[in-house]
């Protein structure tokens, strides 16, 4: 039964049980941790043989010694494997270090610091500035715009993707805002997909700032966690040809297909924007590191080597997904309570629970050894105004532990959900 429709005395007695259950909790000393989206171990395990190449005596790439400076733009083995999987020419990607983060802080940064091609200033000369944040969304995005001092406007992600009345309203009528985060396939955290109807808005819509940036990241664009792999529009194409060539910034990496720590960044964009972005890197650094982006071309060999790989991923994440899906189901399914997604792909699950009880079903599986992302991170500076989503990431810990960590958090949703029903009977 609903746990809407149960009287006083049910609720009552349903807390009590649950009460009982959770304090019981306590004794097993549970350290369980479902924060951060890294892979586990033995995903790690699957790209072991990346720390042996490129290997002794292969540093040779096209003519390019990979072991001595330069080649901003990174290797072109690396960038072509890259542009197949997002379907667009070779020409249109570089390869960096590491951090697909960086490559974002970057680009809002050099905006701030110079302004982008299409501006009239440096940001920072602006009066004010805006940008524009759907929301569920991740953290770290929200950081960079909040340590920079550009105000952020929190905008609804549905279904297909961001309210784009919304969006076409606000960009058209407001010159201050000069961006938009967007993660168009398996957001973090809902799992959202855009439809293509939003993707073409995106590119086609009218903006009253010229140089209006949408940072499309593409973080999970092959972590799928079906046998298929998400279609990846060519958005600069369709900007271009909606007369917008510089909107689009694309961004992704390898974090999450071989190393987080020591993969390889891509930016995929105009020309011109391209262009723009090297200048200033070559400023701060005389090339990427060639000899990974060496490796990383050699353990992939093509496209379809990084696509037979993360089947492989998907062969161990899919099923926490799975045992995650369940608990909450058992735990919460006949009181009609609580909302998850049932993500096709990335790294994360949104929990939505009843308005104001996100923080104390974070706080109440923390105090029984269950870390959870805390309430509201997935909104801009950290305020979820309902109080009401948790992103849980079940991909680190092992399958057991997901099990009971999601138990636990059912447990804590219904009993935080069933107090805050009875302070309103
Ligand atoms: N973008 C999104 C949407 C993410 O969820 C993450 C990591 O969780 C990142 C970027 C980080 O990417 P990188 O490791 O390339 O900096």
């Not at 091609?117 to 602006?126: F, G, I, Q, V, Y």
């Not at 105004?385 to 099990?403: C, F, G, K, N, S």
């Amino acid at each position: 039964m609903a746990l809407s429709d149960l009287s006083a005395d049910e609720l009552a007695r349903l807390e009590s049980e649950l009460g009982s259950e959770y304090d019981s909790l306590a004794d097993r000393g549970l350290s369980l941790d479902l924060t951060r989206g890294k892979p586990s171990p033995e995903q790690l395990d699957l790209s072991e043989r990346l720390l042996s190449l490129p290997g002794e005596g292969d540093h040779l790439a096209g003519g390019t010694d990979v072991r001595n400076y330069g080649g901003g733009a990174g290797l072109p083995e690396l960038r072509s494997i890259m542009a197949d999987l997002l379907g667009v020419d070779a020409g249109r990607v570089i390869a960096q270090d590491n951090a697909s983060l960086s490559i974002m802080y970057d680009l809002v940064t050099f905006s701030m610091m110079f302004g982008t091609p299409d501006s009239e200033r440096a940001w920072k000369d602006e009066p004010k500035l805006r940008w524009l944040c759907p929301v569920p969304g991740y953290d770290r995005h929200f950081n960079i715009t909040e340590a920079l001092g550009i105000e952020m406007i929190p905008v609804a992600l549905d279904e297909g993707g961001p309210d784009m009345d919304q969006v076409e309203y606000l960009v058209s009528t407001d010159p201050s805002i000069k961006g938009m985060w967007c993660v168009p396939i398996y957001s973090n955290p809902t799992g959202t997909v855009y439809s293509d109807h939003t993707v073409s808005r995106l590119a086609r819509m009218a903006t009253a700032a010229p140089d209006f940036r949408v940072v499309w990241d593409n973080a999970y664009v092959v972590h799928t966690l079906t046998e298929d792999f998400p279609k990846v529009p060519d958005v600069d194409s369709l900007a271009a040809e909606a007369g917008h060539p510089n909107r689009f910034l694309q961004v992704c990496s390898t974090s999450k297909i071989t190393f987080a720590g020591a993969g390889v960044s891509f930016l995929s964009s105009s020309r011109e924007n391209l262009d723009w972005y090297l200048g200033h890197t070559g400023n701060r650094s005389i090339g990427p590191n060639k000899v990974n982006q060496l490796a990383h071309a050699r353990f992939f060999g093509d496209a379809d080597g990084v696509l037979g790989h993360m089947q492989k991923h998907r062969e161990i994440v899919a099923p926490k997904f799975e045992a995650a899906a369940a608990a909450l189901e058992r735990r919460l399914d006949r009181y009609d309570v609580a909302h998850w997604t049932r993500p096709e792909g990335g790294y994360f699950i949104d929990l939505e629970v009843p308005d104001g009880t996100a923080t104390e079903t974070v706080r109440l599986a923390k105090e029984v050894g269950v870390s959870l992302t805390p309430a509201g991170s997935a909104y801009p500076y950290g305020q979820d105004p309902d109080d009401r989503h948790i992103r849980l990431a079940p991909t680190l810990p092992p399958l057991r532990e997901v099990e009971t960590a999601m138990d636990v958090v059912g447990l804590c949703a219904l009993l935080a959900a069933c107090r805050a029903a009875l302070l309103t009977v």
